[in-house]
Structures are given as structure tokens and as C-alpha cells.
């Protein structure tokens, strides 16, 4: 799996300035290493929020050209309060990298257009086992995905 705010928290401690456009290079760097990996045949999850459409053309394209299916699995949280808790006692453990706050996921919730692509959304508030399952049936399926 990469991970698109490991890459971001990498290039601030190696001293690339966070008043750079570090967020668009990480995911950059997160695509150069996909397509590696895919060129290589190996599957490839990337962890990132996608919600700008450039972010979501930079996958579709990156699919596109090695030739890969691409399958989206959105992430939701239907509950606000469970979401806003869990982010209030979350650590992730990503050196350099701030966790972030409820007031930034409102705003950067309000700036993503709507979802087009063909994708899976299941709800956190599932058990994981459910959205597990889920997630295993759409990857390995083809079927059209359903909302959980």
C-alpha cells in the first residue's frame, strides 16, 4: 500500500518547504511508484483522500496508460459526531505529519465535486468485517459496487 500523506510527511523531513506544493508532488511521487509496481505486475493500493478531480484524472490516467483496471473504494463516515470523535482520538503515527482537525474536513469536504467514477462507499460506521468483505467482493468482482 502507498500512502500519499507518508509521502508529503517524508519530503517535509528530508527539508522540502511545506509552503511548496508538497501535497500535488506527493502525489506525484505516490503515482511514479504505482506505476513502477504495476509495470512490475503487482497489484497496488493507494491510500489517499482523491478528492480533487486532478487527483482523481491523475489515477484514472496512470490506469489508463500501464493498462491496469482501476477500482475506487470510497472511505464515508455517515455518522458526523462518531466521525468528528474518532478524529479528536486518532493517531496515526506519521512523523512530521498533523492529524487533521474537524474544521479542515468540513473544508476540504465542501471543495471535492460530487463522486462520477464507478466506485465502492462504504460507511465506517459498518463493522470492519462488513466493509472487509465488501471491499474483497468488489476488488475480486465484476460487478457493479454497492453502498454500505
Not at 486532478?54 to 500501464?66: C, D, F, G, P, S
Not at 478524529?87 to 474544521?103: D, K, S, V, Y
Request: net charge negative; proline share 5%.
Amino acid at each position: 500500500m502507498l500512502g500519499v500523506d507518508q509521502a508529503e510527511a517524508a519530503m517535509w523531513r528530508a527539508g522540502v518547504s511545506k509552503s511548496g506544493p508538497t501535497h500535488h508532488a506527493a502525489y506525484l511521487v505516490v503515482g511514479a511508484l504505482a506505476a513502477e509496481q504495476l509495470a512490475l505486475g503487482h497489484d497496488v493500493i493507494v491510500d489517499a483522500v482523491t478528492g480533487p478531480e486532478e487527483a482523481r484524472a491523475q489515477w484514472r490516467n496512470l490506469a489508463a496508460k500501464m493498462d491496469a483496471e482501476l477500482k475506487f473504494i470510497v472511505v464515508d463516515c455517515s455518522d458526523d459526531r462518531i466521525f468528528q470523535d474518532r478524529l479528536a482520538h486518532r493517531t496515526r503515527h506519521i512523523e512530521g505529519f498533523p492529524e487533521p482537525t474537524w474544521e479542515g474536513v468540513l473544508r476540504r469536504r465542501a471543495q471535492f465535486p460530487a463522486w462520477t467514477d464507478e466506485r465502492l462507499t462504504v460507511d465506517s460506521v459498518n463493522p470492519r468485517e462488513t466493509n472487509v468483505q465488501a471491499a474483497l467482493g468488489y476488488l475480486s468482482a465484476a460487478h457493479r459496487p454497492a453502498e454500505l
